[in-house]
């Protein structure tokens, strides 16, 4: 069974940095894309950061510049590096694993809070 487990995160003033950490287990037979997304308040979870299965490497405009995600494959764990992070990054933060093989499916670390003060 895969497992995802998240580490890091917390408060940081705005212009501060951010480091979020993602271990995952139970996946050594599996292929897919891995990435992080976020949740604020009354709003949608959304995509922040991917990498698929080839390597390619994904941001949307809001973090493109400032997020940057990296893979481990030898201690099977993924990273989010946030830099200048503003107000509106507060939310929080969810690691991905979404599988092709041997079976479709989402798997998702438990969520840990981002929360960037004035």
């Known amino acids: 069974q895969m497992r995802l487990v998240q580490s890091g995160g917390g408060l940081v003033q705005a212009g501060g940095s951010l480091n979020l950490s993602c271990a995952i287990s139970?996946?050594?037979?599996?292929?897919?894309?891995v990435g992080w997304y976020r949740q604020a308040p009354v709003k949608q979870r959304e995509l922040i950061a991917r990498?698929?299965?080839?390597?390619?490497?994904n941001y949307p405009d809001s973090v493109k510049g400032r997020f940057t995600i990296s893979r481990d494959n030898a201690k099977n764990t993924i990273h989010l590096q946030m830099v200048s992070l503003k107000l509106e990054d507060t939310a929080v933060y969810y690691c991905?694993?979404?599988?092709?093989?041997?079976?479709?499916?989402?798997?998702w670390g438990q969520g840990t809070q981002v929360t960037v003060s004035s």
């Open positions: 990498i698929d299965s080839r390597g390619n490497l």
């Open positions: 139970g996946s050594s037979q599996s292929i897919g894309d």
């Open positions: 991905n694993f979404h599988r092709y093989f041997p079976r479709a499916g989402d798997y």
